[in-house]
T-cell receptor
C-alpha cells in the first residue's frame, strides 16, 4: 500500500516534443506529491510538487496533472530540450508520518536534438 | 531553493575501515534529515531518518550498528559506515526537510576496495 508505481521506465522524445511520465499510488493518506530530476552522479533536485486538493499545477514548461479519484498523477514536460535528459522520479509522502518519501522506480528521459 | 551540501563527494577506502559522510543544511535549520542509498539505475532507498538531538530511526533491514547516524546540530547530520566492505560501495545521498519538502544533497560516491 506504500508503493508508488512509475511508468515508463525509459522514454525517448524529440526536441520540442512533450514528455509524459505517469505515476500511480495506492495509499489515499498520501498528501504531497513531488517530482524530482536527477542527473548522473548528482543528487535529485525538486522540480515541482502538488497537493491532492488541486488537479493541475504548472511551473514553466513543467506541469503536474493530478487525478485523485484514479490515484494517479503525471508530469508533462512541454517543449522538451536535450538538457532535460535525466532521470525523473515521482514520489509521495504523508505529513503525519514525518514526510518520509516513497519514490517511484524512475524514468530515464532522453531528448534527441 | 534550500541548499544541502555533502562531504566528501567521493571516497575510496580499504575494506574494514570506517568512513564518515557529512550532510549540512547551508541556509536553513533542519531538525530532520534523511539518508538514502542508491544503486546504479535504481531508485532511492531510504536508510534512516535522522532527528536532531535524538536517535535515528532506521528502516527495516538497515543495520544500525553498521550505519551510524549522528545529528548533533540543526545543520549537520553524519553517516558513518563502519567496517566497510565492498558490498557497501554505493551512492549515498542525504536530504533535509523544510515543512514537507525534502531538499537533497549532491551525494557521496563510496567505493570500498
Amino acid at each position: 500500500q506504500q508503493q508508488v508505481k512509475q511508468s515508463p521506465q525509459s522514454l525517448i522524445v524529440q526536441k520540442g516534443g512533450i514528455s509524459i511520465i505517469n505515476c500511480a499510488y495506492e495509499n489515499t493518506a498520501f498528501d504531497y506529491f513531488p517530482w524530482y530530476q536527477q542527473f548522473p552522479g548528482k543528487g535529485p533536485a525538486l522540480l515541482i510538487a502538488i497537493r491532492p486538493d488541486v488537479s493541475e499545477k504548472k511551473e514553466g514548461r513543467f506541469t503536474i496533472s493530478f487525478n485523485k479519484s484514479a490515484k494517479q498523477f503525471s508530469l508533462h514536460i512541454m517543449d522538451s530540450q536535450p538538457g532535460d535528459s535525466a532521470t525523473y522520479f515521482c514520489a509521495a509522502s504523508m505529513y503525519t508520518s514525518g514526510s518520509r518519501l516513497t519514490f517511484g522506480e524512475g524514468t530515464q528521459l532522453t531528448v534527441n536534438p | 531553493g534550500a541548499v544541502v551540501s555533502q562531504h566528501p563527494s567521493r571516497v575510496i577506502c580499504k575494506s574494514g575501515t570506517s568512513v564518515k559522510i557529512e550532510c549540512r543544511s547551508l541556509d536553513f535549520q533542519a531538525t530532520t534529515m534523511f539518508w538514502y542509498r542508491q544503486f546504479p539505475k535504481q531508485s532511492l532507498m531510504l536508510m534512516a531518518t535522522s532527528n536532531e538531538g535524538s536517535k535515528a530511526t532506521y528502516e527495516q533491514g538497515v543495520e544500525k550498528d553498521k550505519f551510524l547516524i549522528n545529528h548533533a546540530s540543526l545543520t549537520l547530520s553524519t553517516l558513518t559506515v563502519t567496517s566497510a566492505h565492498p558490498e557497501d560501495s554505493s551512492f549515498y545521498i542525504c536530504s533535509a526537510i523544510i515543512t514537507e519538502t525534502q531538499y537533497f544533497g549532491p551525494g557521496t560516491r563510496l567505493l570500498v576496495l
